[in-house]
């Protein structure tokens, strides 16, 4: 069997993260970025095979910037036959602008854009989040062939549409990075109190605060690339400072508890970002000769997060219609068998040993 | 010389660190709690020497919620002779209503108030800023003592006015910790969205967030304490915001680069809790014979940012008139000896070998 064969494009910390896990798994890994130093580097960090493009690439991964991903794209999907994916913040802009086959959305939810090569990591995929934007325009193989790769680097791969994973990284990304600014900001409005201000800034103030010592490069591409759902957002959290503002005026303190329990329990249900050991269930789906069923299927599961812990395509020998073999968590298989009738599919779900 | 003796009020994560600490340091401690089970755990645990009060402490410490401190400052000044402190979080309206020579208003910037004693320690303080919020009604020499034994427990103390405090708390502490739990609610309001959303939640949204998992149950009392400064800070965070929406509303790359460039150096000059080694200075301020001119120094010591590594009173042999001793980093000597030159004083600095 032959090497695999990745390239990955733009070389900073996610780029420079893939390839070192994809050459820790076996593949031979060409990179490229737009600073020629940059690509140098990493072959003698060892991040890259080869400091070059590969026409040859299976898959190839697009680390650049938001601003830059369509274009990028473009490029490889005609110098190459494999699949192009990137790893941008923003994803409903790119999908549509690229609207290829053969381009799958990406985001892996790791480590910071925002470092360069020299933190890269092999492991720094392991126990995340990657989320897949697949549309029906995409070819289930391919869905399949990246999904499991990503998977092999150790992440959990969530399958969402494109416009609803802008609207939910709004919420628990891009939207906290602002108002971590602006917190930063009040600490600034009080001029002569500043240094004495900031020596009471205790711990939870410097969490709070932590993402905006990032750089700041990337996210003016990121606000306006997801503007409408970072504007909605916003409103919402304004809306809700507003409220707590007439609480504490009125000094409501049934009012301050509720909020603040409701918060805490919110705040408890974050889910571990370790997988259990958990019994699973195997769903299977008679699927209809149509593309774009897994990305269909894939995308529900993300949206009722159901972790998909394997998955199939058994074709029947008579020609497309197959079977679709999913293996979730036991406890999450009533919920994707319910939204899977809701779509018209008839799964059967069965206990695994 | 005979044992030092202290009183303890409440037996949480900041009375029993301080039992701990006290007791290191060879004091014979004292301690109560509204909840007796919890005095006789803290004697189990060896934070206290004793479960009950003591009329001969030298100093008690009440560790007890904001709203229950003045009713608790009344009767510790009524059965004890010595001074009397608290740890509460909003100073204002408990030093205004407690308003006594032997009472000085504090607040450890240290740990959580909303653990228990199990999670007590006596390191909490070190590195950490302990602010006391002396008044002119405050014996000086009462107030050297307090400062000494905090400073003995590895903290850094900064005197500021009780309302200057306030309001700088509202900016590092009640308002984030408000804007927290609008983060979160912003997480519940996406309903059936709220699993997926929250396994997209990464490291920055956990940092941001991780406030919000505290008990609630000591916040409603902060925010109707320190209402007036909490409300005009979530105004000002609103405006910011309201800003933030502006520039992303218009797709202003430029805007959110410079917003985002000043957020992201405010945060670099946060100041380490590491206290590196410097050049110091003595400070002599000679002091006339009045009452609470250790407070007016201190505090603006505190306003400015200037860190007193050590002080003195040196009465002169006549009676009360004498000099006042400042040990503080070179780098703000001059800082301070404007602001004392301001306020009518005669520093004279010279170099420390």
Redesign the interface.
């Known amino acids: 069997m032959s090497q695999r064969r990745a390239e990955v494009v733009g070389l900073g910390l996610i780029g420079g993260s893939i390839g070192l896990a994809l050459r820790r798994r076996g593949w031979h890994v060409s990179g490229t970025d737009i600073d020629p130093a940059r690509a140098v580097r990493a072959l003698e960090m060892g991040v890259v095979d080869h400091a070059g493009p590969d026409t040859a690439a299976e898959i190839t991964f697009l680390a650049v910037p938001v601003r830059s991903v369509p274009d990028a794209a473009l490029a490889a999907l005609a110098s190459t036959q494999g699949i192009v994916t990137d790893v941008g913040s923003v994803k409903g802009s790119i999908v549509e602008a690229v609207n290829h086959p053969r381009f799958i959305g990406g985001h892996p939810?790791?480590g910071?854009e925002q470092d360069g090569i020299d933190g890269a990591e092999a492991d720094l995929f392991a126990g995340?989040?990657w989320?897949l934007t697949p549309t029906p325009t995409n070819d289930d193989d391919q869905l399949n062939l990246l999904r499991s790769v990503i998977v092999d680097l150790g992440a959990?791969v969530?399958a969402?549409a494109p416009e609803?994973h802008d609207?939910?990284?709004a919420?628990?990304?891009h939207?906290?990075?602002?108002?971590?600014?602006?917190?930063?900001?009040?600490?600034?409005?009080?001029g002569n109190?500043h240094?004495?201000?900031?020596?009471?800034?205790?711990g939870?103030?410097?969490?709070?605060?932590?993402?905006?010592?990032?750089?700041?490069?990337i996210?003016?591409?990121i606000?306006?690339e997801n503007?409408p759902a970072?504007?909605e957002?916003?409103?919402?959290?304004?809306t809700?400072?507003?409220d707590?503002?007439s609480?504490?005026?009125e000094?409501d303190?049934?009012g301050?508890?509720t909020?603040?329990?409701?918060?805490?329990a919110?705040?408890?249900?974050?889910?571990s970002r370790l997988i259990a050991t958990v019994a699973l269930c195997e769903i299977r789906i008679p699927v209809p000769d149509r593309a774009g069923v897994l990305a269909e299927v894939t995308t529900l599961a993300?949206?009722?997060?159901v972790n998909i812990a394997d998955l199939e395509i058994a074709h029947s020998s008579e020609g497309e219609r197959g079977v679709l073999i999913l293996i979730v968590e036991a406890d999450a298989a009533e919920r994707l068998r319910s939204g899977l009738l809701a779509l018209g599919f008839r799964p059967a779900v069965l206990p695994l040993q």
Chains 1, 2 share one sequence.
């Open positions: 939810m790791a910071s995340s989040v989320v959990d969530v969402l609803h609207a939910l990284v919420v628990v990304s939207v906290p990075h602002l108002t971590a600014a602006a917190l930063m900001r009040l600490t600034e409005q009080r109190e240094r004495a201000l900031l020596r009471l800034a205790a939870g103030f410097r969490d709070m605060t932590r993402v905006a010592s990032g750089h700041p490069g996210w003016p591409d606000c306006v503007r970072i504007v957002v916003l409103d919402g959290l304004i809700s400072l507003q707590v503002r609480l504490v005026a000094g303190r049934a301050l508890l909020l603040l329990e409701r918060a805490r919110a705040r408890e249900n974050l889910p993300g949206t009722l997060d």
